[in-house]
C-alpha cells in the first residue's frame, strides 16, 4: 500500500444534551498538507476546459477574445505531463484541441499547438451546457488520471435543451471529475451554474469584466495543479436507531452533501468531497439519536476521510475523529452553544435569505423580498461579514442594519445582484479554539 497523506481530523462541539433531547450537532474540521511527499505525480491529473462559443460571445467582441486569452493562460499554467483537452459549447460541444477524440499530454509542443487551435475559435450559435459536459465526461473516460478538473466557462443561459435533460447528464457525469464554473456579463443564470458546480463539486463566480477572465481561468488551473488526493470520501457511522439528518460542507463554501450518501454498511455511509490539496474544509453533521437517561454517553457518530484502494487494497483511512453525546441535568453545560456550530449555522442562514429575497424580488414579492434581504442584512452585520454587506448594501437601503431594517433599491444594476447572488455561498471561516472534548472520553 502506498504512504498515506497527511490528513487532520478535528471535531468541535457542545457534546453535553439535556434530557430527552436527541439532536447532536458538530462542525467537523479537515486539513490536508496534500500528498506524503508535497507533490503530485506530473501524470496523475487530467484538465477539460470548456469555452462558450455561441453567438453571444461576440458582444461585446471582448468577450470572445479575453476568453481566448484565458484559455491561453490556463494551458500554459499545466505542468508537463498533464493530460488535457480544450472543448468549445456552441448548441453541440466540439473538440478543439487535440484533432483526435482523447486527451493529450501537456509539452512545450502540445501547449503551443493548444494556443493556436484556440486562437481560431469563432462565436456562432446557441448554448447547450450538458452536451459539452457530456462531452468533457467522455474525454475524461480515455484517461486513468485520477485527479480530473474542468473549467466550464459561459456568458448565456442553457436554451438549446431542457431542464430535465441537462439533469439527465448532471446525473450521468456527477462524481467523474470536479468541475469550476464560470459566467462572464449578466445574461447567464447563477442557480443554473450553481447547480452544475454544487453536483460536480465544484465551484461557481462571475465574472463581470471580460478582461478579468485572465487572472482568474490562471488561479483555476493552478489550484488545479495543487491537488495531491483524489476521490476522498467523508465516511459516517452512527450507531443502532441514530437517523442522519444532514451533511454539509460549511467552508470554504456552502455544499449540501446530505443527498450525496453512497451507503458502506447499514450504518454506516460516504459522501464525497473530490480532490484535495494542501487546505482545510469545514463540515457540519447532525445526527438524531435515540434518547438517553441523564449520566448515560454515547459515540454519536464517527467521522473518517478515506480514499478508495488500489489492486484489491481496502480502503485508505485518511483520519478520523469522534461525535459524543452526554445526557446531564447540568444547564450551564446543556445550554452551552458551541461558537463553530452557532457560526456556520448563522452562515447557512445567512445564504438562505440572500438567495430567498432575490427570488423574491424577481418574483415581484415586495414584502417577502424585504424582510429576506433585511434578516441577511442584520446577519451579515453580526457576524463581521463585511463584503457581503457592502453587496447587500448595493441592493437595499439599509436604515438599521442591527435590526435589519431596509428598503429595496428601486434600481439595481444586474452585475451587483448577480455577484451577490453567486457569491452568497462562500463563507467566513470561524475562528478557531482547541476542539470540544469530553472528560474520561477517550475510551468511549
Not at 450538458?130 to 467522455?138: H, K, N, Y
Not at 448577480?418 to 463563507?427: H, Q
Request: glycine share 8%; proline share 4%; charged share 25%.
Amino acid at each position: 500500500m502506498t504512504a498515506q497523506p497527511d490528513f487532520a481530523v478535528d471535531v468541535y462541539q457542545n457534546e453535553y444534551l439535556p434530557a430527552g433531547a436527541t439532536e447532536v450537532n458538530a462542525i467537523v474540521t479537515v486539513t490536508s498538507a496534500g500528498s506524503p511527499t508535497g507533490q503530485t505525480a506530473s501524470g496523475a491529473a487530467a484538465e477539460v476546459i470548456i469555452v462558450d462559443c455561441s453567438g453571444s460571445m461576440h458582444v461585446p467582441r471582448t468577450k470572445l477574445s479575453s476568453a481566448k486569452q484565458a484559455t491561453a493562460a490556463a494551458i500554459d499554467t499545466l505542468r508537463d505531463g498533464v493530460e488535457f483537452a480544450v472543448v468549445a459549447g456552441t448548441d453541440d460541444a466540439r473538440l478543439v484541441y487535440p484533432y483526435r477524440h482523447g486527451l493529450v499530454v501537456a509539452s512545450p509542443t502540445t501547449r503551443a499547438e493548444a494556443k493556436d487551435a484556440v486562437a481560431k475559435l469563432a462565436a456562432n450559435g446557441g448554448t447547450a451546457i450538458g452536451r459539452w459536459l457530456a462531452l468533457a465526461d467522455s474525454l475524461f473516460a480515455t484517461s486513468t488520471a485520477p485527479m480530473r478538473h474542468a473549467i466550464l466557462l459561459t456568458d448565456g443561459q442553457n436554451m438549446h435543451e431542457t431542464p430535465r435533460q441537462l439533469a439527465a447528464t448532471l446525473q450521468q457525469v456527477t462524481g467523474h471529475f470536479v468541475c469550476d464554473c464560470r459566467g462572464v456579463g449578466t445574461d447567464w443564470e447563477v442557480k443554473e451554474l450553481r447547480t452544475i458546480a454544487d453536483a460536480l463539486l465544484g465551484t461557481v463566480d462571475i465574472i463581470a469584466e471580460p478582461e478579468d477572465l485572465e487572472a482568474d481561468f490562471r488561479a483555476m488551473a493552478a489550484g488545479a495543479m495543487g491537488k495531491a488526493v483524489a476521490d476522498v470520501s467523508l465516511r459516517l457511522w452512527t450507531p443502532q436507531g441514530a437517523t442522519v439528518r444532514f451533511v454539509k460542507q460549511v467552508e470554504p463554501t456552502l455544499v449540501d452533501l446530505t443527498g450525496r450518501r453512497t451507503d458502506t454498511t447499514p450504518r454506516e455511509g460516504d459522501y464525497p468531497t473530490g480532490s484535495w490539496g494542501s487546505e482545510t474544509r469545514d463540515y457540519h453533521v447532525c445526527v438524531q439519536v435515540p434518547a438517553a437517561a441523564t449520566g448515560e454517553k454515547m459515540m454519536a457518530g464517527r467521522v473518517s476521510l478515506v480514499v478508495p484502494g488500489t489492486g484489491g487494497d481496502s480502503d485508505q483511512v485518511l483520519g478520523k475523529g469522534r461525535i459524543l453525546a452526554v445526557w446531564t441535568e447540568d444547564t450551564a453545560l446543556s445550554t452551552r452553544i458551541n461558537r463553530e456550530v452557532a457560526h456556520y449555522t448563522g452562515q447557512a442562514e445567512l445564504a438562505d435569505a440572500i438567495q430567498e429575497g432575490l427570488e423574491a424580488r424577481k418574483a415581484g414579492d415586495v414584502e417577502t423580498a424585504t424582510a429576506k434581504l433585511g434578516r441577511a442584512v442584520q446577519l451579515a452585520t453580526e457576524t463581521g461579514h463585511s463584503d457581503t454587506a457592502k453587496l447587500l448594501a448595493k441592493v437595499v437601503d439599509v436604515e438599521d442594519a442591527r435590526t435589519g431594517t431596509v428598503r429595496l433599491k428601486r434600481k439595481v444594476e444586474a452585475v451587483d445582484e448577480m455577484t451577490l447572488d453567486t457569491r452568497s455561498s462562500k463563507t467566513m471561516r470561524v475562528r478557531k479554539k482547541q476542539p470540544d472534548t469530553v472528560p474520561g472520553a477517550e475510551g468511549a
